[in-house]
């Protein structure tokens, strides 16, 4: 949740802005929205993919009043005689496409299910193909490492109360009613939609990181509509907070999860003939941590000038930013050892990471902070973070104090924010949840809040390994083996279980 990778979603299809419907005589329902499919295979996706638009409110208190357009796409069961239902795909974020993932996913998904589902997915409002969202942010606010509220040298956060004041006062100046109508009860409001205008009377459901909040909120406000839910990677669902909670369990997360990388860049496999010189970055695990967070401090006191992109140093943020990226899988190790191997090198040119040499669209980057500034009330006290923030900062360093610091939360302004929705026990006991233990982003202690939200409703499967994104994601074959025959079969295990790293 709330990583580098949820602030850049692919644009797959065209997007509409909100635009005004017709309001119908008093008292008539709203009708159920129709959908007209057409081919959109995409590069690299499946065969027989579809695409469409689904008109769904602006505002589901005024159902007749100023409408939006979500991007959804389809790829129907090559066995319609296995077709046992729909599986609606939920991606991570906020701002992550569901088209784009259903693309990459379905292959993977089609080889697990056979034939047993129509897969489906949509974009969140504001997101890819589905109709705009923007506040007009400057474009030099609209950095990933800027967004990410990274405190400056020595824990100073002035310069992140400068950037959250103007972005807060751009989307209340700019974001209309498309900015105030993104957030996470809106977003499972929209799935009921969708599955609506399938014709479905239930729907299951695979959703992913930030995805499983959204889910967990759907499976609450219309758990009389879900078949099988699987919530992957899941956060604390605690509604007091939100999103305030998921930045706080970072710092235990990205310490926890960085003790793996430790180990791999100190391994004196790193230095075997035919290996890549310099990515064993110290004899043993510990070392690897000191001179991280060593480099990190240095870099905030003096960024490293010589770099592949003309005017972007290396500073602090950008390497704690692509830390924290990195531990999201172990396949991106090489790539964070290179760059604190070259970091500390003067005479090295360091490559700047790739989702940091462009800004954000205004589109993504109004989504990202829309979502979790309109989910829930943040504190307004500068003092209070700066407390916080040195706090944390001394707890955990590889993290610099981004946990605790201030977002344009704090400013902002939306007089139809709604009150957040409790996750509760309440329901049908069709939830599985998958979790690795070593998350960097949705740690083992995050799930297990949200199993105890849930209480019976819920099995958790832990895998123990780190990584972020479990199911057809880090390859596990236990974990991936138990969500598949729950999703044909229906079948949880008695109890909670662990899988073997």
């Not at 089609?110 to 589902?117: I, R, S």
């Not at 760059?339 to 005479?347: E, H, K």
């Not at 007089?415 to 006991?429: L, W």
């Not at 799930?447 to 199911?471: K, N």
């Amino acid at each position: 949740m709330l990583s580098g990778a949820t602030l850049a979603s692919a644009v797959l299809t065209g997007g509409t802005t909100a635009q005004a419907a017709p309001a119908p005589a008093s008292g008539a329902r709203a009708a159920v929205p129709v959908l007209t499919w057409t081919p959109c295979v995409q590069p690299g996706g499946p065969p027989g993919q579809e695409c469409a638009q689904l008109t769904v409110p602006v505002d589901y208190r005024a159902p007749h009043g100023p409408t939006m357009q979500l991007a959804v796409s389809r790829i129907l069961s090559t066995s319609p005689g296995e077709r046992r239902g729909t599986l609606v795909v939920v991606p991570g974020g906020p701002g992550n496409s569901g088209v784009q993932r259903l693309t990459q996913k379905a292959p993977a998904l089609q080889v697990q299910l056979g034939g047993a589902y129509d897969l489906v997915a949509f974009d969140p409002r504001g997101v890819g193909g589905s109709s705009k969202a923007a506040c007009g942010i400057d474009e030099k606010d609209r950095r990933v490492d800027k967004l990410r509220s990274w405190p400056g040298a020595g824990g100073d956060i002035s310069e992140n109360v400068a950037r959250s004041r103007r972005i807060a006062e751009a989307c209340a100046r700019n974001g209309g009613a498309a900015v105030r109508s993104l957030s996470s009860l809106n977003q499972a409001r929209d799935l009921d939609r969708f599955r609506q205008a399938l014709g479905e009377q239930k729907v299951s459901v695979w959703s992913n990181s930030y995805g499983s909040y959204v889910t967990a909120i759907y499976a609450e406000r219309f758990g009389h509509r879900t078949d099988r839910v699987v919530l992957d990677s899941s956060g604390d669902p605690d509604h007091r907070r939100v999103a305030r909670r998921w930045l706080a369990n970072a710092g235990p997360a990205v310490e926890e999860r960085f003790a793996d990388f430790a180990a791999w860049a100190s391994d004196p496999a790193r230095e075997a003939p035919g290996q890549e010189p310099g990515l064993r970055l110290a004899a043993r695990p510990e070392e690897v941590r000191s001179l991280v967070v060593a480099l990190a401090e240095r870099l905030e006191r003096q960024p490293k000038e010589r770099t592949d992109t003309a005017g972007i140093a290396l500073d602090g943020a950008i390497l704690r930013h692509t830390l924290w990226g990195a531990l999201y899988n172990d396949n991106s190790f090489p790539v964070l050892a290179r760059l604190i191997r070259d970091a500390r090198d003067p005479a090295a040119v360091v490559a700047i990471p790739g989702d940091v040499k462009k800004p954000l669209s205004d589109q993504d980057a109004a989504v990202f902070m829309g979502v979790i500034c309109n989910d829930v009330t943040w504190p307004g006290s500068v003092a209070g973070y700066e407390r916080r923030v040195a706090a944390d900062r001394a707890r955990y360093p590889l993290t610099g104090g981004l946990p605790a610091n201030i977002a344009p939360c704090a400013f902002w302004q939306n007089p139809d924010r709604e009150k957040p929705v409790r996750i509760t026990g309440e329901g049908p006991a069709n939830i599985l949840m998958i979790q690795a233990r070593r998350d960097p982003a949705t740690p083992h202690s995050g799930a297990l809040a949200m199993q105890r939200a849930l209480g019976d409703r819920a099995r958790l499967v832990t895998v123990e390994r780190g990584g972020h994104g479990v199911y057809l994601g880090i390859r596990n074959p236990c974990g991936d083996a138990v969500v598949t025959k729950f999703l044909l079969t229906g079948e949880r295990p008695e109890r909670d279980i662990s899988c073997g790293g």
